[in-house]
């Protein structure tokens, strides 16, 4: 059997291998064919006449230059309709070269799935790589051949609003979501029509922008860089991504757009990647505003050798470039190789086969009211649900509460539910197909429960009107749940703040109705870590619930009444205020370390506010509890090219079932250069019933003791290491020691 399975993925290799020399044949063969117009065409993207994601450029000529073959792709370009019409005007081009079509697809398309930071709270890889799955599905039957995702930016600093489209703080989270968002986007391969290509973004850095505000300066050292920010980016390229997006940030004062270490150096040539690269929107022009280029002209010249191969929205391309080749400034083996990275992802899609293969209209009516999607949407938000906290075991409400009061500005709204970077798709009633977190609760309780409603305030402004009805419905009720947090368009894409508490008057609505002396229920909705320190530390139930998308009431409803027992744990520490930012759990130690969380004096604190996060990255709350015991290590002593298996017993210790997850830190006791006080380096979900319990085990092996030396070089240093197996970074149930020797 080994060796008929061998022969069989031999056999597969020597035909893909074959079919890629095929495709570069026919790449060749075209490339020979077409002018030097032509050619910069295929590096030339536009976006279409609705929904754009960025500065319009106006182009009134747009149709007849796609006609003469001078755009390679557009963008926001929605529906089989207007696919097909700009793919009809690109077939009249005297070459028939295939547009393609991108968009941004971020948590879904017609089914919305919570925001990507709420999906990485669920830590279930197989979920999110599903939920990217089903977005591929219906995105590629609407005519879509390639999504601007996944984000993989790192994010330390709440403060940058893009939080909200990645996967939080941790490179090794962060590494193993990206691989699961890919592999659900581009499915088995490309070509298949329920593939759609991943864009990994933001190459490189981005997301630590000096002072948190979006498009800013990056200034990091290089071993900051690989050791914490490219990791994950390494993974999507792992997983088959067909293209990267670079960054509008400058990094070390290069503008990443314009950064030949990054686009050339790394990515094409030391991890090989041989995909292409698109700009962000506008992002080669604006290296003009960063001082970086002296016009546009000079814009498209760093931008091209600098390795972007695609442009966005710039028109630096389209104008400039064919005189920097007659000028013999550009080579014309530069633009070459771009157009062949281009062409062949074309190629791979079908499209010049069927440039129409992925705009048909049954096939996306069936796709895009699978009922299957709408399952996996709900499961997806009822993981992606953080307890914070659960005093008195207020939750799960009872079924046979005879009352409920649902208070506040969340309450009956639909689109907010949608957070950012969603597609709205203009033939879609949301207020029909998003479930609502009052539709969802009516959904749930019986025909014996009775709902009251009172909206309480706006989401800003200073107006208390509301309060007194407030109040006067919560005396009426048994349980009291208030759903508060901040719009959907307060996290995202130019969405940075500096405040961070919660909007408006809604920490005094919830001061009010707690009030009352009613049990109380708080429901936060956001796309990044808020500060609430006064619901935190009086309210006795709190659930994180983020955005999550079309079916967020009913996953809410599900966890509110033990339906479902929520599992997540948060990806992003949560600070006590904004003044300790940037805040993550994997810091280094310091010659003055503070020893506990209130310590001050002569130690590496702040005089007026705890050092502790008001929540640690990995924390999260289950309606059950579970007991770590037995912690076991195969040997405490291994050479480099040796493992260690680590295992211990889990138990459910509760009355109902659970998922716990179970994480792995290590911690390198001495380096050549400081190491992190902890790292996650491994993690299980283990689903457990009642009573039950199971042993995990977990292997360590060489690329776990891992980092990178002050030569930037990936090594493993003998010396001592201690592990730690816990339910959050900062509650560790297991510990031991052990050495890596020469």
Request: charged share 25%; aromatic share 10%.
């Amino acid at each position: 059997m080994k060796k008929t399975t061998t022969i069989m993925l031999f056999m597969l290799s020597l035909f893909a291998s074959a079919q890629q020399q095929s495709i570069d044949q026919k790449v060749n063969d075209l490339l020979k064919k077409m002018t030097i117009e032509e050619k910069i065409g295929q590096l030339n993207q536009y976006t279409g006449d609705n929904q754009a994601t960025g500065p319009i450029t106006i182009n009134p000529n747009k149709q007849n230059e796609i006609k003469q073959g001078l755009i390679g792709s557009m963008l926001n370009v929605i529906g089989t309709k207007y696919t097909r019409g700009y793919q009809e005007l690109a077939m009249q081009s005297r070459l028939k070269i295939p547009l393609l079509f991108g968009q941004d697809v971020i948590h879904g398309y017609k089914m919305t799935f919570p925001l990507p930071l709420a999906e990485a709270a669920s830590w279930d890889l197989a979920a999110i790589e599903l939920g990217a799955r089903v977005a591929a599905t219906e995105a590629a039957a609407s005519g879509i051949h390639w999504t601007f995702a996944p984000m993989v930016d790192i994010g330390r600093d709440p403060r940058w609003g893009r939080v909200m489209e990645g996967a939080g703080e941790d490179t090794y989270l962060g590494s193993k979501i990206a691989y699961a968002r890919v592999k659900g986007f581009q499915g088995n391969k490309l070509g298949d029509l329920n593939s759609v290509m991943a864009c990994v973004k933001h190459f490189a850095a981005y997301g630590a922008g000096v002072g948190g505000r979006d498009y800013n300066s990056v200034d990091m050292s290089e071993r900051m860089l690989w050791e914490t920010y490219l990791p994950p980016f390494k993974a999507a390229l792992d997983a088959g991504a067909a293209t990267f997006m670079n960054s509008f940030n400058d990094i070390n004062g290069i503008p990443a757009t314009g950064n030949a270490h990054l686009q050339r150096d790394i990515l094409k040539e030391k991890w090989n990647f041989q995909g292409f690269v698109v700009s962000d929107w506008g992002s080669i022009g604006e290296m003009v505003a960063h001082g970086y280029s002296k016009d546009l002209k000079e814009a498209a010249y760093s931008a091209i050798t600098a390795g972007s191969d695609m442009d966005m929205e710039s028109n630096a391309y389209r104008k400039h470039l064919a005189e920097l080749v007659k000028e013999g400034r550009v080579s014309i083996d530069l633009i070459d190789d771009a157009v062949k990275r281009i062409l062949r992802k074309k190629f791979e899609l079908g499209l010049f086969d069927d440039p129409y293969r992925y705009s048909d209209e049954k096939r996306a009516e069936k796709a895009l009211n699978n009922p299957e999607h709408r399952k996996a949407a709900r499961e997806m938000a009822e993981k992606s649900i953080v307890l914070l906290k659960n005093e008195n075991q207020t939750l799960p409400i009872s079924k046979n509460a005879k009352t409920i009061a649902f208070i506040g500005p969340m309450v009956k709204e639909y689109k907010e539910n949608m957070g950012f970077w969603s597609v709205e798709l203009p033939e879609v009633d949301y207020n029909k197909w998003i479930v609502s977190q009052w539709d969802g609760l009516q959904n749930k309780v019986g025909k014996n429960t009775k709902l009251l409603y009172a909206k309480g305030c706006e989401i800003e402004g200073t107006n208390k009107d509301g309060f007194a009805e407030a109040v006067e419905t919560a005396k009426q009720a048994d349980v009291v749940i208030l759903s508060i947090g901040e719009r959907r368009d307060m996290s995202g894409e130019a969405k940075s703040r500096s405040d961070l508490h919660l909007p408006g008057v809604q920490e005094d609505l919830v001061k009010a109705v707690m009030a009352t002396g009613k049990p109380v229920v708080v429901l936060i909705n956001a796309g990044r870590p808020l500060v609430f320190n006064w619901t935190a530390d009086n309210v006795p139930a709190i659930l994180y619930t983020w955005w999550l998308g079309t079916e967020a009431g009913n996953a809410i409803a599900n966890v509110l009444f033990g339906d479902y027992n929520p599992s997540g744990k948060l990806p992003m520490t949560f600070p006590r205020e904004v003044g300790q930012i940037p805040i993550y759990y994997n810091h280094f130690s310091t010659g003055r370390p503070a020893k506990d969380e209130n310590a001050t004096n002569y130690v590496s604190a702040y005089i007026d506010l705890k050092n502790s996060p008001k929540y640690p990255f990995g924390y999260g709350l289950s309606y059950t509890t579970f007991d770590y015991s037995g912690l076991k290590l195969s040997s405490t002593k291994i050479k480099s090219n040796e493992t260690i298996k680590v295992s211990f017993q889990l138990k459910n210790t509760g009355k109902v079932a659970g998922e716990e997850v179970a994480q792995l830190y290590l911690k390198d006791k001495f380096g050549s250069v400081v190491r992190p006080v902890l790292e996650l380096r491994d993690f299980q979900k283990v689903k457990l019933n009642a009573g039950e319990s199971k042993t995990i085990e977990f292997t360590i092996d060489k690329e776990k003791l891992s980092f990178y030396n002050d030569k930037v070089e990936w090594v493993a240093e003998p010396g001592d290491f201690e592990v730690m197996i816990g339910t959050s970074s900062a509650d560790i149930k297991l510990k031991s020691d052990f050495e890596l020797v020469n």
